[in-house]
């Protein structure tokens, strides 16, 4: 026997299960090298392991919460925020879990949107704080046409044409061009005051 953990699927459980209820756990642990203790366990747990799919190797809890009605609309709430292109938090998701718990009719005292529960919920629904949004929310067509690239502005020093601010800068579209003297009249113009 080994001192290394295992974990071991559950179609071997169910043979060791089986082989214990014949001949004894010392024998099955002999057996398949197994520890007496893990196949008493495996055996006070026979319905579970018996009931889940072979391939499981553990129960890790249920996968859904105890009221899957508030996870799915704080999920809708974090997936149409994040379509916005806005960023959300830990204490937004418990904040919008508590007015729902709130709304559908939960008492208080038994739920509790915790940083705790927030965490199992994420877990739950696969998701994480780190996902990066989009910088910033999708803009209409007409406001995207009349923005100007970068490329198509020139930096211009302007410092006494600004009432006495230090350190002004204005940026000018690079297609006007226009004299010093000439009026900012374009409406691509952007005063920059630090």
Sequence with gaps: MSSKRLHYDSALKRKVIVYAEK????????????????????????????SCKATTK?????????????????????????????????????????????????????FKATRGWCDRFMRRAGLSLRRQTSLRPKLSADINQRAVPERHLKRCSVTSALDDAQGGVVWRNADAHLNDSEELDSDYDVIVIT
């Design 23 to 50: 001949h004894g756990n010392r024998a099955a642990g002999r057996a398949f090298h197994i520890s007496e203790a893990n196949i008493r366990r495996w055996r006070s747990d026979r319905n579970s392991i018996f």
């Design 58 to 110: 553990c129960f890790t809890g249920p996968k859904k919460g105890r009221y899957p009605q508030v996870d799915e609309g704080v999920l809708h709430f974090v997936s149409e925020t994040r379509a916005k292109g806005l960023p959300v938090t830990r204490q937004a998701m418990q904040l919008k879990a508590g007015e729902i718990a709130k709304a559908l009719g939960i008492d208080e005292a038994k």
